[in-house]
Structures are given as C-alpha cells and as structure tokens.
C-alpha cells in the first residue's frame, strides 16, 4: 500500500494457490491480469493498448523470478523495472495477481505511472528512456559488489527512439553486463501511429546484436517461448541480454487490437462487458497458451 514500508520484490510464484497453476500458471494468470487492466478503465482513462500488449511479458518475467526473497531489501533479489512506465496499469493487475499490492486496500487513488513508494514497484518510471540506464546502473552495482541477482528492465519499441536508451545499450556492453535482461514489448505502433512511420529502426535485432548484446526474437504472448528465451537470457555470464517480443497493441481485445487510438482509453459499461466476455472466451479456448 502507498506509504507503507516498499516490498520490493513481486511475492509468490504465479499461480500458486489458485485453480489452473498447474498449467504452467501463466495463461490463466495472464487473463486474469487483463481483466484487472479492463476494470481499471470503467472511471478513468487507462494506457489500455500498451497495457494489454506488454502483459504476458510481465507474468513470464515475474514467473522466472520466482518466490520472493526472505528480505524484500536483500541487495541480491531479482529485480523487475518497467521502463514504459505508461503501462503500469499492467503492473499492478501483476502485481494483485502475486499478492504484493493490495487493490481494494490502498489509500487513494493508484499513481498513472510506476512510484516507488508503491508495493512491489522498483523504481519510479514514466519518462522515457530512462529505464534501461538505471538497470545497466543496478546491474554494474550488482557485479561490483558480487551480487548474483538479474535485473530485468522491459521497455517499449517506441520508447527506442530516445538516445538515452542506446547510451545505455552500449554502457551495459562495455560493461559485460550478463546479469542484465532487457525485453522490448515491440507490438509497432506508439500513440503517433506505427513505430515504422514515426521513426523506422529495423533491422532491430541486428542492431542489438552489433552492440554486442545476446539477442533472441519470440512472440511475447507465446509464454513458453518467452520462458525459454527468458532462461537463455538469464544463463548469460559474460554480455547483457534482450529479447524482442513481436507483441499485439490492445491484445485479448479485438475492437482495440492494432488500433492507435484505444493507446489510452476509457471504457463504458457496454464496451467493459464486450471486452471481459472476449478475454475470457480466449482463455477458455486455450489462445491464451
């Protein structure tokens, strides 16, 4: 809850307790996530299409952090950064999933971006650009000081239009940062339309990888191709690591999948129902897996 002592660390494993864990946990919880991210929208606009792409991406990455630790401040826990601060809504319905943040008790209204001071938030975020510096920055003081913990930084494609990011990409580099993992919700589209037209930077993987970085490409909302590629990543000793995650804008939703202007929304009584019914016909169908 806000203002209360952080917890810092996402708590138990996805799924734990709760029917149909024992399908790797993810897909349920991933619909159950994107459910939460729709209700928030019914009295307040909501980063809905960015929210919706990236949130299988942050149930994997909480999946492979695992438990928490027995101290929330153990200077050598995993660590989970959301760069693309706009789509905290999706951290928080992760968040509620894991049992760190407690909805229907925090004080007052939940922050438009990631605050520290909120459970299970590790860094304040929202202006872009600067995730990945921050992570490369935690990743070096873990080397230094002989930590073993990853940190995980998840950014937006089309927050790699900031210079800052690629200071940062070749810092980490330089740095041999193997205990760092980037992952980019690239689902091609930002709120001035298509990632392409506003400024193109394919071939991204192969720009990535000309840096140094160990780079892999998976469909981030294919959970079992995100935990692999997420274990590789994370087995990296010696050079940092991203994965590119070709993702749907407002995926689960299909009036909002691919469309720009459902980037922030609010949704009325009608369109909620339509949108809960089609998330839950996907997960009952096994499109979620």
């Known amino acids: 809850m ?12 996805l799924g734990a307790g709760r029917p ?21 929208a019914i009295d307040q ?8 792409s990236v949130a299988d991406i942050l149930v994997t990455v909480c999946e492979a952090m ?10 050598g826990r995993d660590r989970l950064i959301l760069s693309k601060g706009h789509a905290v809504w999706a951290l928080y319905a992760v968040l509620a999933e894991r049992g760190v943040l407690d909805l229907e008790g925090h004080r007052g209204p939940l922050p438009g971006h990631p605050h520290e001071e909120t459970d299970g938030v590790e860094v304040s975020t929202g202006s872009l650009g ?5 992570a490369a920055g935690l990743a070096e003081a873990g080397r230094l000081d002989g930590h073993q913990g990853i940190v995980h930084v998840v950014l ?27 992952l980019v919700d690239a689902n091609g589209m930002q709120q001035e339309g298509r990632t392409a037209d506003v400024l193109d930077l394919s071939p991204l993987a192969d720009k990535w990888r000309a840096f140094g970085w160990h780079t892999a490409e998976v469909d981030g909302h294919d959970h079992q191709a995100l935990a692999r590629a997420l274990a590789d990543a994370r087995a990296q000793q010696h050079r940092p690591s991203v994965i590119l995650c070709h993702t749907i804008k407002g995926k689960g939703v ?4 691919h469309r720009a202007e459902w980037h922030v929304g609010r949704l009325s009584t009608e369109q909620l129902t339509e949108a809960l019914a089609a998330v839950g016909a996907a997960a009952d169908n096994g499109v979620e897996d």
């Not at 695992?66 to 200077?75: M, N």
């Not at 600067?130 to 921050?134: E, R």
């Not at 740095?175 to 993992?181: E, M, Q």
């Not at 299909?254 to 999948?257: D, K, Q, S, V, Y």
């Open 130 to 134: 600067h995730g990945l510096s921050v």
């Open 66 to 75: 695992g438990p928490a630790p027995r101290s929330p401040a153990d200077p």
């Open 156 to 182: 937006g494609d089309g927050e790699l239009n900031e210079g800052s990011v690629w200071e940062a990409v070749m810092f980490a580099a330089h740095r041999r940062l193997g205990r760092l993992v980037a």
């Open 45 to 52: 606009p909501v980063h809905l299409g960015p929210s919706l």
């Open 2 to 13: 806000s203002g209360s002592a952080p917890v810092t660390h996402p708590g138990r494993p």
């Open 20 to 40: 149909g864990g024992d399908r790797t946990g993810t897909p349920m919880v991933a619909a159950a996530v994107r459910r939460r991210i729709l209700r928030f």
């Open 254 to 257: 299909p009036f909002m999948e």
